[in-house]
């Protein structure tokens, strides 16, 4: 089941805050957050791991509420540099049960302006 | 550093052309994965493998199959090209581990089916 990402796009001026959010019908194990910068492969920004912990590296961070199937990504006082379409992961249940497996969300397109 | 590359950045095919699209990883990994990735869907999973000769369909396997002949080379095959695979197509690898560990991702195929 695919996680509803929101917004969908947002355009920022450099040193304004955004968030981003990523919500699940299904239990989540874990979500994952990747930015894509316009060319580029995804890559990996972070990982938030049941148990409502909240996690950061330089003005990007982000929180996990297990309870609600929700994760937002937090980003302070945004950098040329920030924009790029973020995407969430959720690691879910499989249909079957056996294991589980990984969905992407649409992604959010994040422009910051100078 | 792990280096993900993808044989074409770039391909254009006529429709009914079988068309194959190489990942290779330079980390012994075990696990490797094909996505595409379309506008306003994300990242959605074509197949994946655990390992060598080892396959597993993902959420959109139609129209597609894959072969893992060694460790390195993940390869995604299209038996016979339809105008609706036109597509980015990344490949994903990453190490075996408890949850989904962190995926790293080549720079994309861009296909386009004529």
Same mark, same amino acid.
């Given at each position: 089941?695919?996680?509803?990402?929101?917004?969908?796009?947002? $355009?920022? #001026?450099? &040193?304004?805050?955004?968030? $981003? @959010?990523?919500?699940?019908?299904?239990?989540?194990?874990?979500?994952?957050?990747?930015?894509?910068?316009? &060319?580029?492969?995804?890559?990996? +920004?972070? $990982?938030?791991?049941?148990?409502?912990?909240?996690?950061?590296?330089?003005? $990007?961070?982000?929180?996990?509420?297990?309870?609600?199937?929700?994760?937002?990504?937090? +980003?302070?006082?945004?950098?040329?540099?920030?924009? %790029?379409?973020?995407?969430? &992961?959720?690691?879910?249940? #499989?249909?079957? @049960?056996? %294991?589980? @497996?990984?969905?992407?969300?649409? &992604?959010?397109?994040?422009?910051?302006?100078? | 550093?792990?280096? *993900? =590359?993808?044989?074409?950045?770039?391909?254009?095919?006529? =429709?009914?052309?079988? *068309?194959?699209?190489?990942?290779?990883?330079?980390?012994?990994?075990?696990?490797? !994965?094909?996505?595409?990735?379309?506008?306003?869907?994300?990242?959605?999973?074509? /197949?994946?493998? /655990?390992? *060598?000769?080892?396959?597993?369909?993902?959420?959109?396997?139609?129209? /597609?199959?894959?072969?893992?002949?060694?460790?390195?080379?993940?390869?995604?095959?299209?038996?016979?090209?339809?105008?609706?695979?036109?597509?980015?197509?990344?490949?994903?690898?990453?190490?075996?581990?408890?949850?989904?560990?962190?995926?790293? !991702?080549?720079?994309?195929?861009?296909?386009? *089916?004529?």
């Amino acid at each position: 089941q695919q996680p509803v990402q929101s917004p969908q796009a947002v $355009i920022l #001026r450099e &040193g304004e805050d955004a968030v $981003i @959010n990523c919500s699940s019908s299904k239990a989540l194990y874990s979500v994952h957050w990747y930015r894509q910068k316009h &060319g580029e492969a995804p890559v990996f +920004l972070m $990982i938030l791991l049941k148990g409502g912990e909240q996690k950061g590296h330089d003005k $990007i961070s982000a929180s996990f509420n297990e309870k609600k199937q929700q994760s937002s990504l937090y +980003l302070t006082a945004s950098q040329l540099s920030y924009s %790029g379409t973020y995407f969430c &992961g959720t690691e879910q249940k #499989r249909r079957d @049960n056996y %294991g589980q @497996n990984f969905v992407f969300g649409p &992604g959010t397109r994040l422009s910051v302006l100078p | 550093d792990v280096k *993900v =590359t993808q044989s074409s950045r770039y391909l254009v095919k006529r =429709t009914g052309e079988k *068309v194959f699209l190489e990942c290779v990883q330079d980390m012994d990994h075990e696990n490797m !994965f094909w996505y595409r990735q379309d506008p306003g869907l994300g990242l959605r999973l074509i /197949y994946f493998s /655990y390992d *060598v000769k080892m396959k597993e369909k993902g959420d959109i396997p139609e129209g /597609y199959s894959v072969s893992r002949e060694k460790k390195e080379r993940f390869s995604l095959i299209l038996e016979s090209a339809s105008t609706n695979q036109t597509s980015m197509y990344l490949c994903a690898s990453r190490e075996p581990g408890q949850g989904w560990p962190t995926q790293y !991702f080549g720079p994309g195929t861009r296909l386009t *089916v004529l």
